[in-house]
């Protein structure tokens, strides 16, 4: 079973072009299943001789894990497209796995910041200290474009216009896409490469750390809490809660949900509808707390 397992690595990442983190999962979900199909023994070590009933038993197998449901169906979804990949190949006839079912996922809403919060945050930072200029652009960066956290740490000098507001996006699995920055977002970032010239860093990669370095994920994420924490939001506040601001705060403003799909980078347009709901959300709490009749 495992014999297939580099083939397939080779294709999730050279023809679908998925990131590395995503190929990493779909590898783990395969080699633990394969460990599966190891311990029923040399009948079923031939992924032909797998059927519906085999693919049940594997799906009994992990809900006695007590793992969550989207682990569940995440490991489900990993199997489903290893078998078309092996049925693309001619090595299998059927896909034992194309008709299970897995436990349906509530779809949480996404946690997001109301525009004076997000003013809120960004009056927080104080450009006059060290490193203020950089984490002031990035969170008017994030805030203005919807980028993830990882496309802005990799973003580079050479990937933005600032005359003409754009950037040039490398998304997820190497997929390319232009944002738009408005005039707040294009000055703070000005004032942070002013700043950033100051270093004398021969460096391709826009936002550094203090020494010069690439800055990480995980680094943003951090500069984006202390911020918050400053502000006095009470909101857990990420580099994903500007992201899903920025996605609300457009279509609450009469932005069209295909326009949004293609700044945010999705690929599906259902994975962008989850946004309307916010807005429906806020504007129930408007009516609320301000109709006559609404009011308790």
Known sequence: MKNFVPAFQNYIKNER???????MAYVRDINQFADFVQSKGSLFHSPERMDYTFARSYLKFLELKNLSKKSLARKISSCRIFF???LREGKIKLNPFEQLLTPKLSRRLPSFLYPEEVFKLIKTVDIRKKGGARDLAIIELI??????????AKLKLDDIDLANGEILVHGKGDKERIVLIGSKAVAAIKSYIVERKKLGINEKILFLG????????RSVERMIKKHAI?????????PH???HSFASHLLGGGADLKIVQELLGHSSLST???YTHITKEKL?????????????
């Open 84 to 86: 078309r990949y092996l």
């Open 284 to 296: 129930k709490s408007i009516y609320d707390s301000t109709h006559p009749r609404a009011k308790a």
């Open 241 to 243: 809660t500007l992201r």
């Open 143 to 152: 805030y203005a474009s919807g980028m993830r956290v990882g496309e802005i």
């Open 210 to 217: 203090r020494r010069g370095t690439r800055l990480t994920s």
């Open 17 to 23: 072009n998925l990131s590395e983190n995503s190929v």
């Open 230 to 238: 400053k502000s006095g939001i009470t909101k857990k506040v990420t």
């Open 272 to 274: 962008t509808q989850i």
